[in-house]
């Protein structure tokens, strides 16, 4: 039989989608522990989240989660650090570290049968790490360097200076390496007041994700962390970065960071919004979604496949427990800097009302965030760490199930909602990594005022 | 020792398309997994990145859907991607279980009926968006000409090897809508390409909707295999300053061609070598002597012939001279004493584990769909996923030592010292400039 080339074929009802039933338990010393059956393959994840990130960086010490994070799989009991790394690789572990502005995540994947082992390493290196003085001059040097090196990677530094310019002293503006400075002046005491305020049962949860039975996931946590007390002293100060207001105003329009004979600028143009806990949460993904969030979006469409400006642009929310950017990012071509910028304030702005949302662009938006949702769970780790984002942001138990229904409620109206009451185009700042020298005559039309001339670092 | 299986079903159309199966209902998705057995390495000297850019013309449209590519997938819920290198390209979509027609109807439709949907417009614009990926992913990104500069000193200028997929800038500012024709014609057809579908679908309903979809593709000749050789008989130095702040060294060997004897254990080497602190180059040059910041290897598997790269990164202050000693010190004790017995067990854990992380999921790059396609483009083998297993758990001490002998010479490779713009002098001695934009 010919295929019908006249019309795409229709596509049928979303397959049911059930998130794994996920079971909480409470260990002796206080861990929250969560355990998830998966029995796709004889894999388990550990992910054991501490709910301090960079944000809990004391102000003149920005760096010091991070750095505590990489202290500890460089030591624990009689294993060196060159031990702990092979004793990860005798069981093929997959071993990793994030450092986020609210939370510090450890994950651990190994095969099912090396579940103890893996257990047993993660407990060790977390719970009792060495933190040795030599270790400590190797990674404060290894940290100083890595910094140097952030200077040569463009998107690297506007990051850095995006997060300085919107949140300014805010413990959420700096990012999670911290600055050459306060790496230079931190100890390994530092270090070891940190691990023992952060990292403690009461603020930690550990996810254990695997093919087993949640008894005997339990079991196999229980047998690793049941050891872990509660140690003396303070535990972090507060408050927490999310309760700290951040600035309302930015202190520039337009700045730039100069590099010159750069063949692409690379932009940020946004500003400081709501936290990841809005209400308005599902309508800022949909507005996202629309605006710059996937490939066909409103700002990806417009600089590269109309204009060919860049290899590619997008918009998204850097999602906090407290205030979070928004930003959009794109490499440019240098020639095309000033009408890049052009174009994308202008659709910041047109979204806002002028230009709301069309049936179509509506419809995409809301197919692609739900009708695929089920691939984000595939694998142990994809599960393990969405149970973590749960707890990290205290969403309820019952938040994947209603994640689509949420978006696919949705209209037009919420979404211009959103976008008048959580963008503001009277504050957007516009951040330039690029050969300044080259743009600077054609910057002076977009009318942002006389541009902040900013220092690679700092 | 974890049972590993990757089972599929193989039929092969009339007009020669390969179609494999493989089912997996944990998830209700299906992914969607085309290769088509070209890449760079088809391309000739003045035309290069025209692989790549041809990429970037598939998602723009075809006849029967002449427009955007991604919209109704997008509306579907899929996510989609492709990519290319020297010796292949691929296109997947992830799907739910409720958009397979439509995912290989649009796939079908591009194999099938690209052409009239290819506009001097789009063309011209998609010239511009890979200008752009090249600023943005080599020019504009420290080391980002390295790479480039190392493979262009390995291969003569004539092999297929000597560019980069992504191309010559001049190369792809001079590409003509014309030449888009013709490498369609020789290579985006049935016999060319092998189709992947897995996840949570029949077996026998993905072979019918195979058929319904692709069957009316008429067939084309199968290209006829490109042939080129290459080898050092010396090692050649050169030098490349960069807007960078630290110098780095990179290393690059001819190795064995990919799933050739030797392949695997060259493999095993660049962990053995410099993958976790445990490594013998980590160890000594990062951990012990704090002369570089960082140092990694890999085998870079290739059809016609692969390389072996070796990159370090100096600590500040630290000469490359010295992490070049260093390394070579490491070689030879490699290629003379060979790993202990501890190294090769843990380079079997880490196979194992390896392996079976890659069973984790269906769709996107490396996932099951496209083990299944590689597997069947380069070993004409769609289920050879446990003898590539066996490849790395037969590898011993002895065959490593062996391969490290004889393809990690010193004195045959090109080694490149990437030095911050005028400081040639930190440059290892004897080193030529290499120029390349």
Redesign the interface.
């Known amino acids: ?3 019908d ?2 019309r ?10 059930r998130f794994p039933s996920v079971v909480r338990h409470r260990l002796a010393n206080g861990l929250d522990l969560r355990t998830v059956e998966h ?5 388990i994840t550990f992910v054991l989240q501490v709910h301090d990130g960079s944000g809990a960086d004391p102000a003149n010490r920005h760096g010091l989660a991070a750095f505590t994070a990489d202290m500890l799989d460089e030591g624990t009991g009689a294993l060196s ?6 004793a ?7 071993f990793d570290t994030d450092v986020g502005p609210d939370a510090t995540v450890f994950t651990l ?5 090396f579940a103890d082992r893996g257990a047993a390493l993660l407990a060790d290196m977390l719970v009792r790490p060495s933190l040795r003085g030599a270790d400590f001059a ?1 990674l404060q ?2 940290r100083l ?2 910094l ?2 952030l ?4 998107s690297a530094v506007a990051e850095r200076s995006f997060l300085r310019l919107l949140y300014g002293a805010h413990p959420y503006g700096h990012l999670p390496i911290g600055s050459d400075a306060a790496l230079r002046a931190m100890t390994l005491d530092d270090i070891g007041r940190f691990h023992r305020a952060a990292y403690r049962p009461s603020r930690a949860t550990l996810v254990v994700t695997g093919d087993a039975t949640h008894e005997a996931l339990r079991s196999i946590a229980e047998r690793a962390f049941e050891s872990w007390v509660e140690p003396g002293g303070d535990g972090m100060p507060t408050p927490a970065p999310a309760d700290i207001e951040a600035p309302r105003v930015p202190p520039a329009r337009l700045a730039v960071v100069p590099r010159e ?4 600028s690379e932009l940020r143009i946004g500003h400081l919004t709501t936290g990841r806990n809005t209400p308005d949460y599902p309508a800022l993904l949909v507005l996202n979604a629309v605006l710059g969030g ?3 979006s409103r700002v990806n469409l417009k600089l ?3 204009k ?4 590619g642009a997008r918009t998204g929310f850097d999602w906090r427990r407290g205030t979070s950017p928004f930003a959009l990012q794109a ?3 240098t020639a095309a800097t000033a009408d890049a910028i052009a174009e994308s304030l202008r659709e910041l702005q047109e979204v806002r009302g002028s230009r709301p949302p069309s049936a179509a662009e509506l ?2 938006a809301r ?2 965030l ?6 984000n ?5 994809q599960v393990a760490r969405s149970v973590a984002q749960l707890v990290l942001y205290g969403l309820p138990d019952t938040y994947f199930e209603e994640f689509v229904p949420k978006v696919t409620a949705v209209e037009a109206d919420d979404v211009t909602r959103v976008a008048q009451r959580h963008l503001d185009p009277s504050r957007l700042v516009t951040l330039v990594v690029g050969d300044y020298r080259a743009i600077a005559d054609s910057l002076a039309p977009l009318g942002l005022g006389e541009p902040v001339i900013l220092p690679v670092d700092e | 020792m974890t049972r590993m299986d990757l089972p599929f079903t193989k039929h092969t159309l009339a007009n020669g398309l390969d179609v494999l199966v493989h089912e997996d209902h944990h998830v209700p998705i299906v992914a969607v997994n085309v290769w088509y057995h070209v890449g760079s390495k088809n391309e000739r000297p003045g035309r290069t990145g025209f692989a790549h850019l041809f990429e970037h013309l598939m998602f723009e449209g075809s006849e029967h859907h002449n427009s955007g590519y991604f919209p109704p997938l997008q509306q579907a819920g899929a996510v989609l991607n492709g990519s290319t290198n020297a010796d292949r390209t691929n296109y997947w979509e992830v799907v739910p279980t409720s958009a397979v027609d439509l995912a290989l109807w649009m796939e079908s439709d591009r194999m099938g009926y690209l052409l009239p949907a290819v506009t001097r417009e789009r063309f011209e614009t998609q010239r511009d968006v890979v200008l752009n990926e090249r600023r943005q992913n080599y020019e504009n990104r420290p080391y980002g000409l390295a790479v480039m500069a190392v493979v262009s000193a390995l291969y003569p200028p004539e092999h297929p090897y000597h560019w980069l997929t992504i191309g010559g800038a001049d190369d792809i500012r001079a590409m003509q809508l014309d030449d888009v024709h013709d490498f369609f014609r020789t290579y985006y057809h049935p016999a060319n390409a092998s189709l992947a579908i897995a996840g949570d679908i029949e077996t026998s309903a993905a072979l019918r909707q195979a058929e319904e979809y692709f069957g009316e593709i008429p067939a084309g000749p199968r290209p006829a295999p490109v042939v080129a050789s290459a080898g050092l008989d010396r090692e050649v130095r050169l030098i490349l300053d960069d807007r960078v702040e630290l110098p780095r060294l990179y290393m690059g060997w001819h190795s064995p061609a990919m799933f050739a004897d030797g392949d695997a254990e060259m493999d095993l080497l660049s962990d053995l070598l410099a993958n976790g602190k445990a490594s013998r180059l980590y160890r000594t040059l990062v951990y012990e002597r704090r002369i570089a910041l960082d140092v990694s290897a890999y085998q870079n598997s290739r059809e016609l012939g692969s390389f072996f790269l070796l990159v370090a990164t100096a600590a500040p202050g630290q000469s490359l001279a010295t992490i070049a000693a260093e390394i070579d010190a490491a070689l030879i004790e490699l290629a003379e004493r060979g790993p202990t017995d501890s190294e090769m067990e843990r380079a079997e854990a880490q196979a194992e584990s390896h392996f079976l992380f890659r069973l984790q999921t269906v769709g996107g790059f490396g996932g099951k769909s496209d083990q299944l396609n590689a597997y069947n483009v380069f070993r004409r083998d769609p289920g050879f996923f446990a003898r590539d297993l066996a490849r790395y758990r037969s590898a011993t001490a002895e065959s490593v030592r062996h391969a490290a002998a004889r393809h990690l010479s010193v004195d045959r490779r090109v080694t490149l010292s990437v030095v911050p713009r005028g400081q040639s002098a930190l440059a290892l001695p004897g080193s030529a400039p290499v120029s390349v934009s």
């Not at chain 1, 060919?308 to 290899?311: A, I, P, S, V, W």
């Not at chain 1, 739900?370 to 691939?375: A, C, D, F």
């Open positions: 039989m010919a295929v080339r006249t795409l074929p229709g596509v049928g009802p979303d397959p049911p989608f029995h796709s393959v004889p894999v650090a060159i031990d702990v790394s092979e990860l690789a005798r069981i093929g572990a997959e994947t190994a095969l099912m049968r190797r040097q290894l360097d890595r140097r090196q200077r040569d990677l463009p004979g750069a063949p692409q996937q490939f066909v590269r496949e109309e060919g400006y860049t290899y490499s440019v071509h419809s995409l197919a692609t739900t009708r695929g949702y089920p691939r769970f595939e694998t142990a780790q």
